[in-house]
């Protein structure tokens, strides 16, 4: 593990690979960690040195006060990108973090090669399905935590997946139940304030658009609204719920691998 040190607190990162090739950055879900990338590592770490990062409010990154926006998600990004030197990276987040892809690929493009966004949307839910979970959270804290990572099992996961890999499963909601319930929250906020609908256009970098067929979060519908909007996107589906690159692993990974290298 290593730091950087924002304004306001640290950035918790780890970089791995072959320091010859390119940087590929991961950016975490809302109630995971940089470690939701993990089934990934073997796969990437072939081709490109790999910046993972807990975005603020989660993992052993900064818990800061107040509510947090995207953009200032994204400013997250560019500063540990300025902090290690790095002038262009190729980027991929899943949900949240590809919410903070979208905003870097509308207001910093020249800092990426290629955007790979997956289970996302311009705008995710409504401010009827987040203030209350914001409420509950700020209001039980711990508790409410437990009772997300329960209920997100049926959103993150294919009801077969979650029975055939059960350890899996708890591997990765047990992230969420450990996640701040500060932190939480306020990236709560920040995913329902985002909608980039009407700024897509403004995306000019290389872009793949990821779904998963079974995604009731963010739909196949929202990943192909991000693709009629952006000129030259790319589109691939998996059988898969909302984490579709722990659910499906490897295809995943290789269509990534494939995308970025062409």
């Not at 290690?84 to 509308?106: A, D, P, T, Y």
């Amino acid at each position: 593990m290593a730091q950087v040190q924002l304004a306001d607190g640290e950035l918790d990162y780890s970089l791995q690979g072959p320091e010859d090739k390119p940087v590929l950055v991961l950016s975490n879900s809302l109630g995971t960690d940089r470690h939701m990338w993990d089934s990934q590592m073997a796969a990437f770490t072939e081709h490109f040195q790999v910046l993972r990062y807990d975005t603020r409010g989660h993992g052993q990154s900064l818990v800061s006060p107040g509510t947090y926006t995207v953009e200032q998600l994204g400013g997250d990004v560019l500063a540990l990108l300025d902090a290690l030197h790095l002038e262009k990276v190729h980027f991929c987040g899943l949900s949240m973090g590809g919410l903070i892809g979208q905003w870097l690929g509308i207001n910093a493009g020249e800092r990426l090669h290629k955007l790979v966004i997956c289970n996302t949307a311009a705008k995710i839910g409504t401010q009827d399905v987040w203030n209350p979970r914001i409420e509950m959270v700020l209001g039980q804290g711990e508790a409410a935590m437990q009772s997300l990572r329960d209920a997100s099992i049926a959103r993150w996961f294919t009801p077969a997946f979650a029975e055939a890999n059960p350890g899996e499963t708890r591997r990765v909601t047990d992230m969420l139940a450990a996640t701040s319930p500060q932190g939480y929250a306020a990236n709560c906020a920040a995913v329902r304030d985002a909608d980039f609908r009407e700024q897509l256009g403004a995306i000019q970098v290389p872009l793949l658009v990821i779904a998963g067929t079974e995604d009731a979060v963010t739909t196949p519908a929202d990943a192909q609204f991000i693709v009629e909007q952006v000129a030259g996107a790319h589109y691939a589906e998996f059988a898969a719920a909302h984490l579709s690159n722990v659910e499906v692993g490897a295809p995943f990974s290789a269509r990534v691998v494939e995308f970025l290298l062409r």
